[in-house]
């Protein structure tokens, strides 16, 4: 679907609608079938909508569905898709597939909220065995040692090195670092106009272009990090990460004595002797922008999770509203890039500028 002028040569089907509800409210949209064209690979025939913008308030959100026209992209086509290949090479808007969980880079494990060292970040592409091998017909693929790499735009990943719109397995919306999808590197190979490719665990491939993939952990000699995963961090006793010594919340600053390394992963020594994960998902060299307070200017209501699923109490126009914290919507939804809430007591709250004003 297209806005603006663009619409008046398409199908009627295919041109931009809007549909409306009241708080509360789920939908389900089954988007519509249109002679010539077809919903793009791994494109849902139907999608799920939740209206969650407070009474007298209005919230919008797009659903981008992708066709193809029939005519232009065949199956098994070998042709590289211009738009992916060299303008876009990570790929763009649209639904893609279920993804998977890998497995963490420790064996230690926690409960609740202590997220072991923030080394247990989702790993997208982590089903089969390992395709190297024979992933590319047209080009060589180098194995190399496993290392991770996390998404900074929108990408796809792709069954096959030379990108086309047949061979999309699945979308990655950009997200912010502490969601943004994992993927595990097994082998570098090109695509058949000499693009470089990633090749993942499980097969497929992904753009290798630094815009868009970078590594997972910081590597630099960093004297000062801040804690920013929602969750926050442990300590440790040593690189392992297996020895919880205590926690850091969200928004700690912690000194750093030393940088270790521990196969591709990054830890740091902290002035205490302890050891903290390097994972870009968990912590930063740069300080974040914290909120203490904000104030209601409108009625503000506090869910009991960050999707805003239940309400569990409202403020008042007027009303100082102390924050503890921040995430994003949407987390393990792969296609959804998420929106920004604050954490207060007994849940969460709009980080939208019309509804909350920061106040300190």
């Given at each position: 679907?297209?806005?603006?002028?663009?619409?008046?040569?398409?199908?009627?089907?295919?041109?931009?609608?809007?549909?409306?509800?009241?708080?509360?409210?789920?939908?389900v949209?089954?988007?519509p079938?249109?002679?010539?064209?077809?919903?793009?690979?791994?494109?849902?025939?139907?999608?799920?909508?939740?209206?969650?913008?407070?009474?007298?308030?209005?919230?919008?959100?797009?659903?981008?569905?992708?066709?193809?026209?029939d005519?232009?992209?065949?199956?098994?086509?070998?042709?590289?898709?211009?738009?992916?290949?060299?303008?876009?090479?990570?790929?763009?808007?649209?639904?893609?597939?279920?993804?998977?969980?890998?497995?963490?880079?420790n064996?230690?494990?926690?409960?609740?909220?202590?997220?072991?060292?923030?080394?247990?970040?989702?790993?997208?592409?982590?089903?089969?065995?390992n395709?190297?091998?024979?992933?590319?017909?047209?080009?060589?693929?180098?194995?190399?040692s496993?290392?991770?790499?996390?998404?900074?735009?929108?990408?796809?990943?792709?069954?096959h090195?030379?990108f086309t719109?047949?061979?999309?397995?699945?979308?990655?919306?950009?997200?912010?670092?502490?969601?943004?999808?994992?993927?595990?590197?097994?082998?570098?190979?090109?695509?058949?106009?000499?693009?470089?490719?990633?090749v993942?665990?499980d097969?497929t491939?992904?753009?290798?272009?630094?815009?868009?993939?970078?590594?997972?952990?910081?590597?630099?000699?960093?004297?000062?990090?801040?804690?920013?995963?929602?969750?926050?961090?442990?300590?440790?006793?040593?690189?392992?990460l297996?020895q919880?010594?205590?926690?850091l919340?969200?928004?700690?600053?912690?000194?750093?004595?030393?940088?270790?390394?521990?196969?591709?992963?990054?830890?740091?020594?902290?002035?205490?002797?302890?050891?903290?994960?390097?994972?870009?998902?968990?912590?930063s060299?740069?300080?974040?922008?914290?909120?203490?307070?904000?104030?209601?200017?409108?009625?503000?209501?506090?869910?009991?999770?960050?999707?805003?699923?239940?309400?569990?109490?409202?403020?008042?126009?007027?009303?100082?509203?102390?924050?503890?914290?921040w995430?994003?919507?949407?987390?393990?939804?792969?296609?959804?890039?998420?929106?920004?809430?604050?954490?207060?007591?007994?849940?969460?709250?709009?980080?939208?500028?019309?509804?909350v004003k920061?106040?300190?």
């Open positions: 679907m297209v806005d603006g002028k663009e619409q008046e040569n398409l199908p009627k089907e295919l041109q931009a609608t809007t549909v409306e509800g009241y708080y509360g409210q789920k939908k949209i089954t988007h079938k249109v002679e010539g064209f077809s919903l793009e690979k791994g494109q849902p025939r139907k999608s799920k909508i939740k209206f969650e913008a407070d009474p007298g308030n209005q919230e919008e959100e797009k659903i981008i569905v992708r066709y193809v026209e005519s232009v992209v065949n199956p098994g086509d070998d042709s590289d898709d211009e738009s992916s290949e060299t303008e876009n090479p990570g790929g763009g808007a649209g639904d893609g597939g279920g993804s998977t969980t890998g497995s963490n880079d064996s230690g494990s926690d409960n609740g909220n202590d997220v072991n060292a923030g080394d247990n970040s989702n790993n997208t592409g982590n089903n089969a065995g395709n190297t091998g024979n992933s590319n017909a047209n080009n060589t693929t180098t194995s190399v496993p290392f991770k790499v996390y998404g900074k735009k929108k990408l796809y990943r792709y069954s090195a030379t719109n047949n061979r999309r397995v699945q979308t990655h919306a950009k997200k912010v670092k502490a969601h943004a999808p994992v993927f595990t590197v097994v082998g570098k190979t090109t695509s058949k106009t000499g693009a470089a490719r990633y993942l665990n097969g491939h992904i753009t290798a272009k630094a815009d868009y993939v970078g590594k997972l952990y910081w590597a630099s000699d960093y004297r000062k990090l801040y804690v920013t995963h929602p969750k926050g961090i442990n300590t440790y006793k040593s690189t392992t297996n919880k010594v205590k926690s919340k969200q928004g700690t600053a912690v000194t750093v004595k030393a940088v270790a390394k521990k196969g591709q992963m990054t830890r740091y020594r902290l002035a205490d002797g302890t050891y903290i994960t390097g994972n870009k998902q968990y912590v060299p740069t300080k974040p922008k914290t909120v203490k307070q904000v104030k209601a200017k409108t009625r503000v209501r506090v869910y009991q999770d960050v999707n805003l699923n239940k309400v569990v109490k409202t403020y008042q126009p007027g009303k100082v509203i102390k924050v503890n914290g995430n994003h919507s949407r987390g393990d939804v792969h296609h959804v890039s998420g929106v920004k809430r604050y954490k207060v007591a007994g849940g969460y709250i709009t980080a939208n500028s019309k509804y920061v106040v300190k």
